[in-house]
């Protein structure tokens, strides 16, 4: 069994940041790609940003310049540091995992529960 776990999300003032952590825990044998999405009332979820087992980083163009995307391979956890926030970042963020377990060759998509982000104008 295989579990995200994320943390730091809250309500901050426009201009502030927030730094969300995401772990995964259970039977694990490979992460690939690490990743953030959100999802704000009314509107479809949207990827936020991505990281792969190599490094390799993409960020969707609104948060490009104020939100950094890390990960720590040794505690299967990723990070998002947010700055400069927005009330138009004001969302639920998931994180999300491709995960291969010891028991299969297939790789399949985790997500978390998801934190609330609330930034005041």
């Known amino acids: 069994q295989v579990q995200l776990a994320e943390s730091g999300g809250g309500l901050v003032q426009a201009g502030g940041s927030l730094r969300l952590s995401c772990a995964a825990s259970?039977?694990?044998?490979?992460?690939?790609?690490m990743g953030w999405s959100r999802q704000a009332p009314g509107k479809q979820r949207e990827l936020v940003a991505t990281i792969t087992r190599d490094g390799s980083i993409n960020y969707a163009d609104s948060v490009k310049g104020r939100f950094t995307i890390s990960r720590d391979y040794a505690k299967n956890t990723v990070y998002l540091q947010m700055n400069s926030l927005k009330p138009e970042d004001t969302a639920v963020y998931y994180c999300?995992?491709?995960?291969?377990?010891?028991?299969?060759?297939?790789?399949?998509?985790?997500w978390g529960q998801g934190t609330q982000v609330t930034v005041s104008s």
């Open positions: 999300n995992a491709n995960i291969r377990v010891p028991s299969s060759v297939k790789r399949n998509e985790y």
């Open positions: 259970g039977s694990i044998f490979m992460i690939n790609v």
